[in-house]
Nanobody, 123 residues
Framework: QVQLVESGGGLVQAGGSLRLSCAAS????????MGWFRQAPGKEREFVAS????????SYGDTVKGRFTISRDNAKNTVFLQMTSLKPEDTADYYC????????????????WGQGTRVTVSS
């Protein structure tokens, strides 16, 4: 049974930082592309970042580029999202995603999803 478990969300002031983690189990983690999406209330799920299985190919959504950094540790079956210079508009539920193929900007490209972790950025 595949499980993706996110952690690290919380409340932070604008300009602050948070680090999200996603621990994966039940899959050959090092063979999967991993990524993060987010969904704010009343909005569609939005691509945040993705990383291929080796970490050699990384992509970011336009709204987070330059502020967020995705990384992975294949030895620990974990993917991270370091978020800096947070803005109120970053407030959302953040979801970890996995794909055996390339993880694109469309949420339909993900095979597995975590349950999400909430990030709230106060102004």
């Amino acid at each position: 049974q595949v499980q993706l478990v996110e952690s690290g969300g919380g409340l932070v002031q604008a300009g602050g930082s948070l680090r999200l983690s996603c621990a994966a189990s039940g899959l050959a983690f090092s063979r999967y592309a991993m990524g993060w999406f987010r969904q704010a209330p009343g909005k569609e799920r939005e691509f945040v970042a993705s990383i291929n299985w080796t970490g050699s190919s990384i992509s970011y959504g336009d709204t987070v580029k330059g502020r967020f950094t995705i990384s992975r540790d294949n030895a620990k079956n974990t993917v991270f999202l370091q978020m800096t210079s947070l803005k109120p508009e970053d407030t959302a539920d953040y979801y970890c995603a996995a794909s055996l193929f390339a993880l694109g900007r469309a949420s339909s490209s993900a095979t597995y999803w975590g349950q999400g972790t909430r990030v709230t950025v106060s102004s």
